[in-house]
């Protein structure tokens, strides 16, 4: 069965410091997401991402925060100036259509700011 | 804004006890309903899903939700849990045909004893 993969699995970093983390969505899939869970916290939507562009965000993705699709394959979250805050499980998901729902998900990836 | 709230944090059964995880969600428009569940190591995968028609969906494994618009729930359940069916269970939603996101719930773990 296709799946989206993630890596890191964890990284660790020191704050101030530029993080990127990696996704390979289903290969199909049109349209990319990146959530983050803040530990003991909701699943909380940071961006979707579609035609090589952003089509929504929320407030939490601020100008620290940028997505790429740098080639065919791979979708990027980066974090510019980590903070500790920041530090969460961070999942990708992708879809075939729009605005269904229906994600497929990463294992995550887990970030530590300290 | 909209949110979604899971009633139940923790819930322990043992087998073939009869399950129900209690959903409402605070959004007047037209939304789709989904329970995503995560198993112990695994990534979120989607359980089942409501748009429209039937109220009463059935989705993988034996679950099935019910919609009831007038209370804003979306309830999940199952006659009859399994060990395997230990996992976090999420409630999410999203606004039809205005935005990608998901909006998910806080989560309830269940731990089914064998």
């Known amino acids: 069965e296709p799946e989206v993969t993630q890596t890191p699995s964890h990284q660790v970093t020191q704050m101030g410091q530029e993080v990127i983390l990696r996704c390979v969505p289903i290969s199909n899939h049109l349209y990319f997401y990146w959530y983050r869970q803040i530990l003991g916290q909701k699943v909380e939507f940071l961006v979707s991402?579609?035609?090589?562009?952003?089509?929504?965000k929320s407030e939490i993705f601020d100008d620290q925060f940028s997505v790429e699709r740098p080639d065919g394959s791979n979708f990027t979250l980066k974090i510019r100036s980590t903070k500790l805050e920041d530090s969460a499980m961070y999942f990708c998901?992708?879809?075939?259509?729009?605005?269904?729902?229906?994600?497929?998900f990463g294992e995550g990836s887990r970030l530590t700011v300290l | 804004a909209q949110s979604v709230s899971q009633h139940n944090h923790h819930v322990i059964l043992s087998e073939a006890a009869s399950l129900e995880l209690g959903c409402n969600y605070s959004?007047?428009?037209?939304?789709?309903l989904f329970w995503y569940v995560q198993y112990p190591g695994q990534h979120l995968q989607l359980l089942l899903k409501?748009?429209?028609?039937?109220?009463l969906v059935k989705g993988i494994k034996g679950f099935e939700a019910e919609f009831i618009k007038s209370k804003f729930s979306f309830n999940l359940r199952k006659p009859s849990v399994q060990w395997s069916d230990t996992a976090e269970y999420f409630c999410?939603?999203?606004?039809?045909?205005?935005?990608?996101?998901?909006?998910f719930g806080s989560g309830t773990r269940l731990l089914v004893r064998p």
């Open positions: 999410a939603v999203t606004q039809r045909d205005s935005s990608y996101k998901l909006i």
């Open positions: 991402f579609y035609n090589n562009e952003i089509s929504e």
């Open positions: 998901a992708s879809s075939e259509k729009a605005n269904t729902g229906e994600l497929f």
């Open positions: 959004y007047g428009g037209t939304v789709n």
């Open positions: 409501y748009f429209s028609g039937d109220p």
